[in-house]
């Protein structure tokens, strides 16, 4: 067991200390989306009660204020990914449109009839279909890194993929489904070594230990603020600066904009000229009270209280009859996926949810990774730092009683 005091973070969260189903409420579904803290939700209920206003006018207080705040959180975010400039810290919509919005401009720009996208076998829909869209109609191909039966990605593999042609490599830091940590460092270096570029879909991994894109030298990193104790309807694209001059803009309209004349238009410069249109200036506000949130939290302690559960978590599963893990990978996030023999996935997440256990169930948007094992989905426990050892009691009572009842 860890030093790190979960009862007194969990006092943060008031979603938490709810009853469901007539249960207290055992939330086990982090991995599709976080918590959030007290301070993010006043931080949004402040902003609507006393600063509400458009952003970038200049025009008055409000407008001021709310400018201040906005990019101010654009700061916190660039700090906190260690970003070289905030300019480089794009909002988008999540991480979904992040990577939308590479495949569509720099992919447009770039890619050609021949070229080679990798992707990890491992990939959720958002990171397979955009890049499908883009290479179908230029005449590319998408192709996956294999996984092996662990869900671990085979980095021998990968080696002997990359060639000349291959000219973008997008994968996951962390894959949602199984919760493997996939070797980036060593895959940027190797895809950089063949000139490819590197777009990293960090949704998982934003929330479980600090992220140095400078360190890691992706050309793109992708999160979304509800992934990070932030709002939904909000993500950030990071991107490398030479790469956004270059890459045309995403969509039209305002404050993407220089100058608009019926004989050309001029765009505006980075980071607005991505960022067309009247901005979630909220959501920007609640993932910068969410980036406060976590820098005065012990990180260190809440990522091994993560480890510890998960460890907790799989031991039990291991002695449990029926249960099958799928993804058993030394490198994992705290996401445990499994399997109980005789029974649908979506079944045991009805019974669960009966007894307040919040849990996945399916195929988590990664179809190709559930067709190489052979299942149609699995329930998922993803755990975060606020759950506790008896949480995971919780969830295997649960499970037990949805065994009773299904076999
Ligand atoms: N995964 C899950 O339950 P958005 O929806 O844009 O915020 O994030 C999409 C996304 C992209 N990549 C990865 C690795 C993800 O995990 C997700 C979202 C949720 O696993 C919802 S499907």
Redesign the pocket.
Known sequence: MTEFDVEQVRQDFPILQQQVNGHPLVYLDN??TTQKPESVIQAIVDYYRNDNSNVHRGAHTLSDRATEKFEGARTKVAEFINAPSSAQVLWTR????SINMVAATWGRQNLQAGDRVLVSALE?H??IVPWQMIAGAVGATVEPIPVDASGTLDLSAFRQMLDARVKMVSV?HVS?ALGTIHPIDDMIAMAHAVGAKVMI?G??AISHWPVDVQALDCDFYAF?A??LFGPTGL?VLYGKRELLEAMPPYQGGGEMIETVSFTGTTYNQLPYKFEAGTPDIAGAIGLGAAIDYLSQLDRRGAAAHEQALLKYAEDKARQTEGVKLIGTSPYKTSVMSFVLEGAHPADLGMIMDQQGVAV?TGN??AQPIMDQFGIPGTVRASFSFYNTFDDVDRLFAALEKAKQFLQ
């Open positions: 991995a599709a999540g991480t979904t449109e959720h958002s990171n996951q949602n879909d949704a998982q979304s509800h992934k993500g996945r988590h948007c």
